[in-house]
């Protein structure tokens, strides 16, 4: 079985994230990092191939050309090759964009079972993965936190609000992980040198076969008409108790749907 | 007026309070049409009629035990292509998500996740998202296909419709059918009511300190984390003092934790603390000290004695909770 | 005659074939093992410095009187006794032979046998101190515990009989007339005494058999002591002599393969990393472990160990080395599979691991204090070996506490151990009644004296940041113009680097020494020990080279200078805990006891251990970042140890041991050991206390000190 890891490079989370002029998140002031939560994704994928039920792993990412980071940071915890889409055409594009172009990547990987984060870290729209399995016409389970593979067939174990459930979906098929699947390994410097050598194939929309026209700012379904900063976030309300400080505690837990 | 495609959840005839605030949102961009699953009954009907609801469409599911979302998305993408709506709102959430992200793949347009605010505009609606952790506010629309737009609960307050309409009802059979190679869900366990979920995996965490003052105080700490069916943390004071085992430390040499809720009693939130739980969505602390750190990183907090304030919690929770 | 020199010379050769054999193969293992680093030879005066000190002058044994003193006498005893050993060979050939020059002066003569004598105490006095703190009586409190107790007495027992047959012999010398002295030999004389009424003829014999028997028994020996931890007789010398100098504290040595430092961005295919198994560790290793003397000075000093823990660095040298013996014969096999079954299994036995030669428990619970090396009367290098091993662990095999992972993961990618990240670093500033300088990647203004390096604890962790707060202030008072780096400060990599993770300290070293050249900075100051010693110890070897003080030093001399008058008396009795890293591995003992002696009215005691044998706080070696489980709380037994003082004050001067303090007095007092009022806190503070106006701000030190909650 061949398993594609999907994987995003983003911002480190204690930089100051700002928005570049054009609307777009400003990707090169800051020191960017593979999505801590794409990173239960590599380690599942890369359980599977120590429990042998893989035999390749491939991670796919879009992004800039400094996302090659990102790979090669998964490519240290293991696995074997990995993709990177980067065309500077692709600035800007929109979830529909992103989708159709990993799409496109995928069904050149050709995977078995395709992997991926709950979320991204930065935008955090959790949507690529199902996009994705809908233009590939695959079943996708989302927010697994125990998976597994036999006979082909992907079982998930997944928390609901409030159940636990048991999915089955055929493979091949796709799955998003989320933190609460099994810590990330801690990729060794073994490791690290062991990446230099894995191969990183670049290909570029051409390669894809995709209309410049499609993806980019240009090419979105959707645009950003205006980004302000939020008035500073109020440091969080402290009141002090006068014997109703239960109540005034319920109805915060009440209003953010805590109770 | 132009439709709005509302995906409308109920729980026997009640409307989700996270539906009535879609329903509310849709009525300034035009006529609310809900699509719900299942039999819409005359109380659902007439229930969402008083919210503004014209139309409803009642999905019939091919066959109960297909997969919800698949069934929704479908559902949504053959009403959108019949009434070329303005936009579909969908609330946001797992299933809320994916029914977006399919439906969105459907209709090859544009997709907004996590609204916080959508007004009408002579362009189409206008979506107010709250990014980085709430520090910035992006408002973008969709300019290509039918806006799929998902709203995140509690941004707004559900209202009533001024004048309640009597919606028609119509049922709605799926003219394709839902792909064989869908997930299909084979068992289902109610989360446990009794046993305390696991401290690293449960979305809500209550931790006691050296503030509670002693064992019997930090009885008051489980009752409560088992009243919000939550697991149970400590600083390395209360573990130290073995108040309560030692795998309850959360903290830099402890276990690394973040849940959704995550409420602190007694405790003064030492650096090496806040480590292991910085990263919780929300933060309550109950602490006398108002200088203490905690309330630096606290979304709410009690100045005031965990000895009184926590059982008078435990009562309200339970009260509230019927 | 004939036959004596016969017998004589055919004990010598089978002993010197045995040694021999023995010796070769130790060297064979030697050479096996990889190189050194190229440090080794360097400086030789200081290296001869040593000799003289340590091996001659027995300084670090001394520092243990009884013991001491017993060793000294044994030593000099061998030296001396050398002399009779070549006048027993020669009179194997010549009956009345004498060494050449001095050899009939009875000053000689008096002299060997003085120290003859000497050595029949020491093995008295040995004898005693191994009865009475024997682990049958001490248990784990006996530096003995978990020493080879047989052989150390088989080794006694064998030098009582080098003494008395020596005696025995020189005494029928006497009464035959053979003796070289005419006189000043008083203990053989008194044997001669003794046995002269048994005759001439018995005296005859008993003058060759007591020859043979002595050389017979020296002989012996030397068979033992090769086979021993008698080997550090020979040993010793060697190893003081390519140790690290002027100890192997302070700075850690980059990772070495193959004698040459190993370039982590391009690393060579077969560098070895670390320790993966015996044969990685170099000749100097294995002199190390060859010469342990099993004396357990290290382990009666061990943090760990005195709380429970399994790591004792004897045991663990001990473990080494008894390892390499065992694999030995695999190891300098040229055909592998002709190894017996025992040797092959030894050496396939993995280095670290739960059924290897050293367990996880045992490499994970050292604190890098040095009080073993400190200790060693050898001079082994315990920390360099513990942090080799770490090192393979943790950069090989990614094999680590679960805790310590989050510590890395934070260092990687915000720069701190706390995950909190470059934007928050000049938050302490916040309500300061006067403005701090941040460069904020600008070059250092020429008017600016020092670099304040804030550390990550000064800069995030509640209670340093008192410290932090109190040291600015006190510069701002003597008018000391200083500036910080703010958001551009990362961790200095301490704790990277003492947990054995080479490459992120490489990264996070090169980061910091490439900011601070570029802002020419050339004097530093830090409040944090392990900063101040990376900074001072560590740069160097990455092309950062900076005057480093650390905030006491500054002080001191501000006060000494009168640029800071002490006046409010603090009328406290003070306890002084000298951070590892600052005392023992970087020699600072005197400013902060200055500084607390300058407070007036301050009353400063010491704690039973204190200065070079100052006991870990517990948090050095990056147990900071690691769960303590195992047996007691090291930090719960230093308070213990200050607070029998019954100080009013216990101070520091790093921020770790004042938070790991603070919380064994936080737990004391909930538990009603400690009075209410006793408080941790950095010497800064108890002097901005006694430098503010009595009317000024109220004393700081009690602030956000936790105190003890209600019921
Ligand atoms: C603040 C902000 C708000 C945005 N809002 C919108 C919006 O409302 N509508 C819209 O269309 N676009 C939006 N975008 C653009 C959007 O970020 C990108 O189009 C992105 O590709 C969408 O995914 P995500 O990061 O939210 O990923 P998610 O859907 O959260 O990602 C889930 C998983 O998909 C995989 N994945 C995601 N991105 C990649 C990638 N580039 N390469 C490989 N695998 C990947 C990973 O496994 C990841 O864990 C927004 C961008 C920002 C910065
Ligand atoms: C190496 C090291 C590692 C550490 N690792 C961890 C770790 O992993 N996890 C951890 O938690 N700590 C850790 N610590 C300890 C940490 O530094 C703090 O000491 C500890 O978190 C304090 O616990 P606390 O907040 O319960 O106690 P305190 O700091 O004593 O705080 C008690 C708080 O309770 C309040 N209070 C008192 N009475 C009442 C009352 N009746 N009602 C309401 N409030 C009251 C007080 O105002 C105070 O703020 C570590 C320390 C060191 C040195
Ligand atoms: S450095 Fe300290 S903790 Fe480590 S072995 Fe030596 S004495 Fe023990
Ligand atoms: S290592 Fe040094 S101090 Fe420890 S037992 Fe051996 S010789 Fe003694």
Redesign the pocket.
Known sequence: MKIA??????PEATASWRFADDR??DRDGVEGRL?E??EY?VEQAIRLAEAGAATEISY????PPR?VDALRKALAMGGDRAVH?VDDALHG??????AAV?AAALRRIEADLI??????T????????V??AERLQLPAVVNAAVLKVADGSLTVERDTEDATEEVVAPLPALV?VTDRSGEARYPSFKGIVAAKRKPVTTWSLADLEIPADRVGAGG???E?LAVRPSPPREAGTVITDEGDAAARLADFLAANKLL | MSTVLVLVHHDDGVIRKSSLELLTLARRLGDPAAVVHGDAGDALAEALGRHGVTTVYAIAPPDPESYRPAVEALALAQLAARTAPVAVLITSGPSGTEVAARLAVRLDG?????AVQVRAEAGGPV?T?S??AGA?L?E?RVRRGTPVITVRPNAVTPEPAAEPVTPQVERVELAEPVPAAVPRVVARRAKAATGRPELTEATVVVAGGRGVGSAEGFALIERLADELGAAVGASRAATDLTWCPHELQIGQTGKTVAPQLYLAGGISGAIQHRAGMQGSRTIVAINKDPKAPIFQIADFGVVGDVHTVLPALIDEIAKRRG | MALRLILGLLMTAVAFTVAGRRLFMLYRLGRAAQPADPGRTRGGAARLRAELTEVLGQRKLLAWTVPGVAHALAFWGFLVLALTIVEGYGALFQRDFHLPLIGTEPWLGFLEDLFVLATLVSVLIFAGIRVRHSPAREGRRSRFFGSHLDAAWLVLFMIFNVVWSLLLYRGAQINTGNFPFPGGAFASEAVARLIRPLGAGANDVIETAGLLLALGIVLLFLVLVVHSKHLHIFTAVGNVAFGRRPRALGALLPVYSAGRPVDFEDPGEDDTIGRASIEDFTWKGMLDFATCTECGRCQSQCPAWNTGKPLSPKTLIMGLRDHALAAAPYLLAGDKSRVDALATAAAQTPLVGVDGVVHPDVLWSCTTCGACVEQCPVDIEHVDHIVDMRRYQVLMESSFPPEAGVLLRNLEHAGDPWGRGAGARTEWTDGLDFPVRTLDGERLPDDVEYLFWVGCAGAFDDRAQRTTRAVAELLHTAGVSFAVLGGDETCTGDPARRIGHEVLFQQLAAQNVETLNNAGVRRIVATCAHCFNTLANEYPQLGGAYEVLHHTQLLSRLVADGRLVPVTPVDATITYHDPCYLGRHNRVFTPPRELLGSVPGARLTEPARTRETSFCCGAGGARMWMDETIGTRINETRTDELLAGRPDIVAAACPYCVDMLGDGVALRRQQDRVDEHVVVTDVAEVLLRSVREPAGPAAPLTANEPRKAQP
């Open positions: 890891v999907l994987i995003k490079y983003v777009a998140l999505s939560l794409d994704a796919l990412t879009m992004g996302a889409v594009t929109d979830a529909a964009g992103t990993l992997i991926c984060g709950m979320a991204s930065d935008a955090e729209m959790s949507v690529l993965p996009m994705v998003s979105a379904a959707t950003v | 544009g997709i907004i996740t996590d979506a998202q990014v980085f910035w992006v973008g």
